[in-house]
């Protein structure tokens, strides 16, 4: 049983989360029963208490570029403490998917299709809204009558706001919230590269030369040499007042490192062999993202009739910075995405083709149909167990005992290995990809994808929308290290 235990009353109204000690005393007396959940323990009260004490619960929300973090925080007689957080994943493939698009489009106009003439001999023109035709004035007095102050909500804007707010909704049933306090801002520097990797690979990009294999190597500022280790050295050390400035930066190898300790390279009686360089551009995508997010998100909260408050821009907004995070329990809530499945492919094959099984004539087109698998059925009919894969067009047949499908919460074995993880893919072959957090942080989740066969022990746990993964702690993590 964790540290914590949330408790519903007979007619599923959240209490006060409780200790762990006085929920075990519940469940020996008979006064409570266990309902089973996928992340953290819930007590069902069998019987009712008069005048329950509920005390209000605040959940913190701070959105970063990749993730968001929320914390629940309990409201003490004397002081607050924190009952668990939750790391959400915003990361999606949405991106990938509007690259291709552009690229698809280039493509296109490249051959031509786009500079195609009318039967009057008049090139045809890209349509546009009718939005964009209208006068300044009509689309001036519809933004200002937008809540956001704006039209055009980006899908993957619309996307991240939508999956905190489902993770929202899941932890109210949960836990008696009263208020959302949400971070107006971005709460991290808006720089993208900010890491020694990433700020070591614009160096080399900048003063590097052209390797054997074609690409760039680093080259030591100071004596020319490409052997070796080759660090990022502060020309102006660090002890003597220099910055991570552009300009204040090289690559130095590991002797002229160490020759040119704490001194600037005149002292040491060396001399920088580069030409300085223009710091280069970086597209920063994590303040407007963070700023239209907490604008999408707060619309919709109010939309559910939730109190948002607003943290103040000056204080530290790191609910952890100041407490022991080993703590406090750790779980990483995966909201299920149920993204509309493409039939037909996206290309457009020739109006000539013959139409064969695999092709389908749809309008002036002619597209070709893509498998998409529903799921897996699995059933036993006496003598063995039988899978079954399920088309998208197909009907599930009634003797399946068990169905899974994508976003279903599963536990499989692997290699003598116990693994439990959410289903991302449905494979023609009759197996599973399971996607599981292996590491979680406030900026970033790890995920592990396994494929397992579900006809070994392969069990289903949850069809929620919203699951959650309780991640260990980190002496946790220290000791399972220790005993391998």
């Known amino acids: 049983m964790s540290g914590f235990v949330f408790v519903c009353d007979a007619e599923q109204r959240p209490l006060m989360p409780m200790a762990a000690a006085y929920a075990r005393r519940l469940l020996r007396t008979g006064k409570a029963s266990r309902r089973p959940h996928h992340a953290f323990t819930i007590l069902q009260l069998t019987h009712a208490i008069p005048d329950p004490e509920i005390r209000p619960i605040t959940l913190s929300i701070d959105i970063h570029f990749n993730t968001a973090e929320l914390v629940l925080i309990a409201e003490g007689e004397r002081s607050t403490f924190h009952l668990a957080r939750f790391i959400i994943d915003l990361r999606t493939d949405l991106p990938w998917r509007l690259r291709r698009r552009v690229g698809f489009r280039r493509r296109r106009r490249a051959r031509g299709r786009y500079r195609a003439t009318s039967l009057y001999g008049q090139p045809f023109k890209l349509r546009r809204p009718s939005l964009w035709r209208s006068s300044w004035a009509t689309v001036h007095r519809r933004s200002q009558q937008s809540p956001l102050g704006h039209l055009h909500v980006p899908a993957i804007i619309q996307w991240r706001a939508e999956a905190i707010e489902r993770v929202v909704m899941a932890l109210r049933k949960f836990a008696p919230i009263s208020r959302v306090l949400v971070a107006p801002g971005p709460s991290e520097p808006d720089q993208r590269g900010d890491s020694s990797r990433d700020l070591r690979k614009r160096l080399i990009a900048a003063y590097g030369r052209p390797g054997a294999k074609g690409g760039q190597e680093a080259v030591c500022c100071y004596c020319g040499s490409s052997g070796g280790q080759i660090e990022v050295d502060h020309v102006v050390p660090r002890s003597r007042g220099g910055t991570d400035a552009w300009q204040n930066l090289a690559l130095a190898c590991s002797a002229c490192n160490r020759h040119k300790g704490d001194c600037t390279p005149k002292e040491a009686g060396m001399e920088l062999q580069i030409q300085p360089t223009p710091e280069p551009i970086q597209f920063s995508r994590a303040r407007p993202y963070v700023a239209q997010t907490v604008r999408q998100l707060?619309?919709?909260?109010?939309?559910?009739?939730?109190?948002?408050?607003?943290?103040?821009?000056?204080?530290?907004?790191?609910?952890?910075?100041?407490?022991?995070?080993?703590?406090?329990?750790?779980?990483?809530?995966?909201?299920?995405?149920?993204?509309?499945?493409?039939?037909?492919?996206?290309?457009?094959?020739?109006?000539?083709?013959?139409?064969?099984?695999?092709?389908?004539?749809?309008?002036?087109?002619?597209?070709?149909?893509?498998?998409?698998?529903?799921?897996?059925?699995?059933?036993?009919?006496?003598?063995?167990?039988?899978?079954?894969?399920?088309?998208?067009?197909?009907?599930?047949?009634?003797?399946?005992?068990?169905?899974?499908?994508?976003?279903?919460?599963?536990?499989?074995?692997?290699?003598?290995?116990?693994?439990?993880?959410?289903?991302?893919?449905?494979?023609?072959?009759?197996?599973?990809?399971?996607?599981?957090?292996?590491?979680?942080?406030?900026?970033?989740?790890?995920?592990?994808?396994?494929?397992?066969?579900?006809?070994?022990?392969?069990?289903m746990i949850s069809t929620d929308r919203v699951l959650f993964f309780a991640m260990p702690s980190r002496k946790a993590q220290e000791s399972r290290t220790s005993e391998e």
């Open 298 to 459: 707060a619309k919709r909260l109010h939309n559910n009739a939730i109190t948002i408050s607003w943290q103040e821009p000056g204080r530290d907004r790191s609910a952890l910075a100041s407490g022991d995070t080993d703590g406090i329990p750790c779980f990483v809530a995966y909201p299920v995405a149920r993204p509309r499945k493409q039939v037909f492919t996206g290309r457009n094959y020739p109006t000539t083709t013959s139409l064969s099984p695999a092709h389908v004539r749809l309008g002036t087109t002619v597209k070709r149909r893509v498998r998409v698998n529903l799921g897996i059925a699995r059933w036993h009919d006496g003598r063995r167990v039988i899978t079954r894969v399920i088309p998208i067009d197909d009907q599930i047949p009634p003797e399946a005992e068990q169905f899974f499908s994508v976003g279903m919460l599963c536990q499989a074995h692997r290699a003598q290995r116990e693994i439990t993880g959410v289903v991302t893919a449905i494979h023609s072959a009759g197996r599973l990809t399971l996607t599981r957090p292996t590491a979680a942080s406030p900026r970033n989740v790890q995920w592990e994808r396994v494929v397992v066969s579900p006809r070994r022990d392969t069990r």
